[in-house]
């Protein structure tokens, strides 16, 4: 990550999540209950590399033993986003990192999701208006509409474009498309050249 910040010149922005597989814990020989403790200390790690020079970590899970080691152009170090979804993830968003990063979730469940990581960012003793909302959307452009269930980001051109107004107006700073093509490259590409309507 370090390279990629060094050879963009200061463009990387480096997003995270806990995991939520238990199967894909097991393949990794993981412990799932131990996650939240494995996250604070990644962040804690990953902070201590890009900003002090030698380098030395030791925690539980994680050690670096005294090391020089480049560092990025960014400081004190390139923004952190966290995918968080638990109260208690949610919390490490607005004490450890530079924003939030939601997919998947309901346009009411992000309203009060945003509102609860701006109050624990409060009481972090940050700023809550420093933190970003950038969300990923899962977009499924359609030729018709779909009923009130609908996922968001999911229906006609006009539905989804209602959905990206209805995410900014909460204060979402950015939106980023998650595709899934059917039909291999062409599809693909169809649905970006779609989606380039909608910026």
């Known amino acids: 990550m370090t390279t990629l910040d060094i050879l963009s010149n200061g463009r990387l922005r480096a997003g995270f999540g806990l995991g939520w597989s ?16 494995r996250a604070d200390e990644f962040l804690a790690a990953l902070k201590t590399i890009w900003s002090e020079d030698p380098v030395e970590f030791r925690g539980e899970y994680f050690t670096v033993p ?9 400081k004190p170090h390139p923004p952190i986003y966290l995918a968080a979804y638990a109260p208690a993830a949610l919390k490490r ?25 701006r109050q624990f960012a409060k009481d972090a003793g940050r700023d809550p208006q420093s933190l ?12 018709h509409s779909l009923g009130p269930d609908r996922p968001l980001f999911a229906g006609s051109e006009e539905q989804v474009m209602n ?37």
């Open 132 to 143: 970003e909302v950038i969300v990923g959307a899962n977009l499924s452009i359609l030729p």
């Open 93 to 117: 968003a607005a004490r450890s990192a530079n924003g939030w990063m939601p997919v998947g979730i309901p346009l009411d469940g992000t309203a009060a999701m945003i509102t609860q990581l």
């Open 163 to 199: 959905d990206i107004q209805a995410v900014k107006k909460l204060g979402a700073s950015e939106i980023f498309f998650i595709m899934f093509p059917e039909r291999g490259i062409k599809d693909l590409l169809a649905a970006m050249e779609r989606s380039r309507r909608f910026a």
């Open 22 to 37: 238990a199967d894909e814990f097991e393949a990794a020989g993981a412990n799932q209950k131990a996650r939240g403790a």
């Open 66 to 74: 005294r090391s020089i080691i480049a560092k990025p152009v960014q």
